[in-house]
């Protein structure tokens, strides 16, 4: 297919892409390095890894198991792991330097301004905690909606918006009683 334009027009995905391109990326990675254990028993997990990602783009991290994805993803989101060492020449996220963040202002910063969604979505949430407990409990927590209702009314929201069939009800079953698609929605929804 072949796109038809007058003269000096561009595609538009093309404009955006240069002015995207232009802009600071939304997430800056340079040198990211993350090991675990100490001294001769040290393992590298993560090798001097960079990237950037702008704002509106996909990015994906393909690897072998044990090739250091998901010690990535969660070093993005302040959570490399127990025991971790994290080093990184620039870890930034709209243009805030995260390698200075401590534990009290990563909590404020995770679910607030930066989300990490788990393949496996029925081992990210409680089992024993309806999902809509789940997702209003990061509502409660960044204070988005004040009041209980306010909350409930949100989470029945989230879940409409990403698409769960009956959310009002969604909202009061627990994650086993879901579609393992509804899951990984709910959890979009929480993030």
Do not use: Y
Not at 53 to 58: D, E, M, S, T, V
């Amino acid at each position: 297919m072949t796109d038809t334009l007058e003269h000096g027009a561009r595609p538009a995905q093309a404009v955006d892409a240069r002015a995207n391109a232009a802009a600071p990326p939304l997430l800056d990675v340079a040198n990211l390095q993350v090991s675990f254990g100490r001294g001769a028993h040290q393992v590298a997990a993560v090798k001097g890894l960079s990237f950037s990602l702008h704002q509106g783009r996909c990015l994906a991290i393909v690897g072998e198991s044990g090739s250091g994805k998901s010690v990535t993803a969660r070093s993005l989101v302040g959570l490399p792991g127990t025991g971790a060492t994290l080093h990184a020449d620039r870890l930034a996220f709209d243009g805030r330097d995260l390698t200075r963040l401590s534990h009290r202002a990563w909590r404020a910063f995770r679910g607030k301004e930066i989300g990490f969604v788990l393949q496996d979505a029925l081992v990210s949430l409680d089992p024993l905690r309806p999902v809509g407990a789940e997702i209003a409990e990061g509502l409660r927590l960044h204070g988005a909606a004040r009041s209980r209702e306010e909350r409930e009314q949100r989470v029945v929201d989230l879940l409409r918006l990403v698409g769960v069939p009956e959310p009002e009800l969604k909202a009061r079953q627990l994650p086993q009683q879901l579609s393992g698609g509804q899951r990984q929605r709910a959890l979009i929804a929480a993030a």
